[in-house]
């Protein structure tokens, strides 16, 4: 059956699915039962599920991750969620040393199927500590898996396939990009959930975008297309593992790539993607990796958020950059 969602709204199926084929999924966070979320993504879940299986958390981070290892321990599918993005720095200590690494150093024994759900990125006008862009520190953790949706049918299957994985996922939210609409098939077989997606042809330049940044990357392409410029969009998805392939074959052929980021430029997910984009396809490249990004200040107070996010004019100045070498 196709439906119109928002990524809120797939997000929401999405967990009523995951709940209703598997018992042994259990929802934890602040706020998200009988307020559903502030964002109300689990909005419905505790009248239909009950206390026990949607619970309302106090608020600390570190004891909702803690009680999430010891239920993954006893064998459930905990799926925590963050508040905000910047909420989850106390649960940091958890999630890097507990969850990430249990599994390995029980040496196989304990599995951690673990879900983070984490509304990520500006956008919104919030006040500090709501618009983070934390992915790279997860990303660089081995043990943990790393997605980013950027649209309703990867939200609602992302999720699942996340929620049924045997190990630790970090699920990124764009948070400004809740109520954007597409169709989703809810009786589809879904892709696999560890890999990335050229969502647009193009011949002159690999566009690379991931979560809220996928949308910008399209209207860039579609504005440079005005302009005779073919650009080639690929949404990443998931940033640990990173999937790579259709990156380079892409860049074999366009010979120039863009990274497009909301969090800092320094040491962010670019700079992987660039030197392994350069490593591989050296030989097949016409101009250097160029990276677009937040910049190297902590993000601004709202009034000046979009001052510091990555638009349409700073991606097709770095297209422009590309193509002039």
Same mark, same amino acid.
């Given at each position: ?11 929401? @199926? ?8 598997? &018992?042994?999924?259990? @929802? /934890? #966070? ?13 909005? #419905? ?13 106090? @608020?600390?981070?570190?004891? $909702? ?9 006893? #064998? ?25 690494? $249990? ?14 759900? $984490? ?15 934390? =992915? ?35 699920? @990124? ?43 910008? &990357? ?5 504005? &440079? ?47 992987? $993607? &660039?030197?392994?984009?350069? =490593? ?12 677009? #990004? ?28 590309? /193509?002039?070498?």
């Amino acid at each position: 059956m196709t439906e119109t969602l928002t990524i809120g709204k797939a997000l929401n @199926l999405g967990l009523r699915r995951a709940m209703e084929d598997d &018992a042994k999924v259990v @929802l /934890m #966070g602040e706020d998200i039962g009988r307020l559903g979320g502030v964002f109300r993504i689990t909005d #419905g879940l505790q009248k239909d599920f009950g206390e026990d299986r949607v619970v309302d958390t106090p @608020l600390a981070e570190a004891g $909702i991750l803690g009680t999430a290892v010891g239920l993954a321990m006893r #064998g459930y599918r905990p799926v925590c969620e963050i508040q905000f993005d910047g909420f989850v720095f106390p649960a940091y200590n958890q999630i890097v040393t507990q969850v990430a690494k $249990i599994h390995a150093r029980s040496r196989g024994r304990l599995p951690m199927p673990i879900v983070i759900r $984490i509304p990520f990125g500006g956008g919104i006008g919030a006040v500090e500590h709501h618009s983070e862009s934390p =992915e790279a520190y997860f990303a660089h953790t081995p043990g943990l898996k790393v997605v980013a949706v950027s649209n309703p049918v990867d939200a609602y299957w992302g999720i699942q396939q996340a929620i049924a994985h045997p190990d630790p996922v970090v699920f @990124l939210e764009p948070k400004r990009r809740y109520w954007e609409k597409a169709e989703v098939d809810t009786d589809a077989t879904p892709g696999p959930l560890f890999a990335s997606r050229v969502l647009r042809g193009g011949d002159d330049v690999t566009l690379l975008a991931y979560g809220p940044m996928v949308k910008t &990357a399209l209207q860039a392409a579609e504005a &440079a297309a005005e302009e005779g410029r073919s650009i080639e969009v690929v949404d990443l998805r998931t940033l640990s593992p990173l999937d790579l392939e259709p990156v380079f074959d892409s860049v074999r052929r366009t010979g120039r790539c863009v990274v497009v980021h909301e969090a800092a430029v320094t040491l962010g997910l670019g700079a992987e $993607i &660039a030197a392994r984009v350069t =490593e591989t396809c050296f030989h097949s490249l016409e101009a250097p990796v160029l990276r677009v #990004g937040g910049y190297d200040t902590p993000y601004p107070p709202s009034k000046l958020e979009e001052e510091y996010l990555p638009d349409l004019d700073r991606v097709l100045d770095a297209v422009d950059r590309s /193509m002039g070498f």
